[in-house]
């Protein structure tokens, strides 16, 4: 293994070429890499124009999440290329039939259609709750807001509600994993009793259908590398952690821009109101006015 995640998954994506083209008499120097996939998708396999590509989620590979990395080299990697070899030899398989899934096999992949590594959507910010039961569960922008109205989300196969007095961290922005997640301690609220739902199944379905698409837009000079690991006290105040994340921010020696990023990402802010508020706390935690004029 090298020191680099990509140079490791690159080499894995030539030996599994050279394996395929021995094996099945296809030509895979056709066959483009690219690290640009974002979202809760590991790759992707395509074909247009006789031109092949395999697109990998770069997030996966290089947040340091050694789990997230094996699957990739060890599983996703061989799932797309048997899905190029099938694209060029159409009677060894289709989709993830079991022609498909054999030619998987042979080229070192498990043969699953999907991956069971946790993932960060590729848009808007991410959020991790701990249910009500205790399981760790991530959803979007648009149902951490219906969350925070007061609205209670029940979960299948026992993993209980997700409700306001959860606790909750930001996990990632924008397809990126945070190095250090932005974590809200749970508020002391009695968990519902009973959901009352004409269709929870249904109901959760639409929660985490892949056609969801946050809101949130990626703040302007946000670095994901030096996001504040400030925790927060139970019904504390978005002013109260704005502050708190300031003067940590500040602290450390980042940015003006990145203070406004966290504020941004932990509160919901828009862009001007997290300045407004950081120039009317700035002087309560002690910044001078040069740092942010």
């Known amino acids: ?50 031109v092949y590509g395999v697109r990998l989620n770069r997030d996966m590979i290089t947040r340091g999440d050694p789990k997230a990395l094996k699957d990739m080299i060890e599983d996703t990697v061989p799932h797309e290329l048997a899905h190029i070899v099938c694209y060029m030899n159409p009677k060894l398989g289709h989709n993830h039939d079991y022609g498909w899934q054999s030619v998987c096999r042979a080229l070192g992949g498990t043969g699953k259609r999907t991956h069971d590594v946790e993932t960060v959507r590729g848009k808007g910010v991410t959020y991790e709750y701990t249910s009500s039961h205790g399981h ?12 925070q109205r007061g609205e209670t989300i029940p979960l299948r196969k026992g993993k209980g509600s997700l409700y306001k007095g959860c606790a909750f961290s930001i996990v990632g922005v924008n397809g990126k994993t945070l190095a250090t997640p932005i974590v809200k301690q749970a508020v002391s609220l009695t968990p519902p009793a009973h959901v009352v739902s004409p269709d929870p199944v249904q109901r959760v379905r639409v929660v985490f259908d892949n056609s969801i698409r946050p809101v949130m837009k990626k703040p302007e000079g946000f670095e994901l590398t030096v996001t504040p690991t400030t925790s927060f006290a ?8 704005s502050r708190s994340i300031m003067l940590a921010g500040y602290k450390r020696g980042e940015s003006y821009e990145q203070i406004i990023s966290a504020m941004i990402a932990a509160n919901g802010y828009d862009r001007q109101l997290a300045r407004a508020t950081f120039k009317a706390n700035a002087p309560k935690v002690g910044i001078p006015s040069s740092f942010y004029q």
Do not use: N, T
């Open 234 to 241: 139970p019904g504390q105040s978005k002013a109260s952690i």
């Open 136 to 147: 760790k569960i991530r959803i979007g922008e648009r149902h951490h807001q219906r969350i």
């Open 1 to 50: 293994m090298s020191d680099s995640p990509l140079a490791d998954v690159s080499e894995k994506f030539k030996h599994v070429c050279a394996l395929a083209e021995a094996r099945y008499g296809v030509d895979m120097s056709k066959v483009r890499l690219s690290f640009d996939l974002k979202g809760r998708v590991a790759g992707w396999a395509s074909r247009k124009a006789g």
